[in-house]
């Protein structure tokens, strides 16, 4: 009798520690909000549902975000930013969609809209820069590559 007791609480206890969300403190660089876990599985925060915001590109921080809890502090190796892809939106014109590797460790996605004569970069929702010179840093690569197009 009392052994059915435990069965509901521990089957809550097993639940509770394969699913959740997470968050990313990644050194002093930036914040990735949202990040589920399943069945020692990630997933990282999608727009509209499907469309890959951030991606890990490294095996250590994968491994490290399966076992931290919900506030996960990594320690950025450095500040290394490179434009890994770049290409026009198909749907709209006067946009561009870019991924940025940083430090080889993640890659995250913006946008880039020309509205007149300026450009305007966002960065996935899900991402909040924490150093703005590095955010600034990367709309400056961005920009680079939104001019050798034009």
Same mark, same amino acid.
């Given at each position: 009798?009392?052994?059915?007791?435990?069965?509901?609480?521990? @089957?809550? /206890? @097993?639940?509770?520690? =394969?699913? =959740?969300?997470?968050?990313?403190?990644?050194?002093?660089?930036?914040?990735?909000? $949202?990040?589920?876990?399943?069945?020692?599985?990630? !997933?990282?925060?999608?727009?509209?549902?499907?469309?890959?915001?951030?991606?890990?590109?490294?095996?250590?921080?994968? !491994?490290? /975000?399966?076992? @931290?809890? &919900? &506030? @996960?502090?990594?320690?950025?190796? $450095? *500040?290394?930013? &490179?434009?890994?892809?770049?290409?026009? #939106?198909?749907?709209?014109?006067?946009?561009?969609?870019?991924?940025? $590797?940083?430090? *080889?460790? /993640?890659?995250?996605?913006?946008?880039?809209?020309?509205?007149?004569? #300026?450009?305007?970069?966002?960065?996935?929702?899900?991402?909040?820069? *924490?150093? !703005?010179?590095?955010? &600034?840093?990367? *709309?400056?690569?961005? /920009?680079? !590559?939104?001019?050798?197009?034009?």
């Amino acid at each position: 009798m009392w052994l059915r007791r435990l069965v509901l609480p521990a @089957c809550l /206890l @097993c639940w509770a520690a =394969g699913a =959740g969300a997470a968050n990313l403190l990644y050194g002093s660089l930036l914040e990735v909000h $949202g990040i589920s876990r399943t069945d020692s599985r990630l !997933q990282m925060p999608l727009s509209r549902k499907k469309y890959a915001d951030v991606r890990l590109l490294d095996r250590s921080l994968y !491994q490290f /975000l399966l076992s @931290c809890g &919900e &506030e @996960c502090s990594f320690n950025a190796p $450095g *500040k290394e930013i &490179e434009i890994v892809s770049f290409r026009e #939106a198909k749907t709209r014109p006067n946009m561009w969609i870019a991924q940025a $590797g940083i430090n *080889k460790q /993640l890659l995250i996605t913006f946008l880039i809209f020309k509205r007149a004569d #300026a450009f305007n970069i966002i960065a996935p929702q899900a991402v909040a820069f *924490k150093d !703005q010179p590095f955010f &600034e840093e990367i *709309k400056t690569a961005l /920009l680079r !590559q939104v001019q050798a197009k034009l």
